[in-house]
């Protein structure tokens, strides 16, 4: 089963997300800025027309609901939103991007003293 959900995350997910990501690093300044979001899913029909509703809960402490289907998967529509999803199919939990870049640049400088906080929260 994990094998299975890494060669997703890997072959599928993962790809499909890059060039988005690499949007929203030029939209919100480097993630400096809160991600603005028009919802497509709202504004455009499903060609698949096999629409579920599906409540995210983020670690940034608030849920969404969106409508994932085929044409419109939930990993693409949460990344659009500054969230990272935990699963690549269905997730039910996501991770703000601006907290992981946080969690990155606080582990590039952990030596176990004080100021790698200090440093991390400046730089950040």
């Known amino acids: 089963k994990s094998n299975t959900q890494w060669k997703r995350w890997r072959d599928n997910v993962i790809p499909s997300l890059t060039r988005p990501y690499l949007v929203l690093l030029s939209q919100t300044c480097c993630l400096c800025n809160a991600p603005t979001f028009n919802d497509p899913s709202e504004n455009t029909g499903c060609a698949c027309g096999l629409r579920k509703k599906l409540t995210v809960t983020s ?59 200090s440093n991390t929260l400046n730089s950040f």
């Open 59 to 117: 670690v940034s402490f608030f849920s969404i609901n969106i409508l994932w289907c085929k044409c419109q998967p939930t990993a693409l529509q949460l990344l659009h939103r500054g969230i990272f999803p935990c699963s690549p199919v269905a997730p039910t939990l996501g991770v703000d991007i601006r907290l992981l870049e946080f969690v990155r640049v606080l582990f590039a400088q952990t030596p176990p003293d004080v100021t790698a906080l």
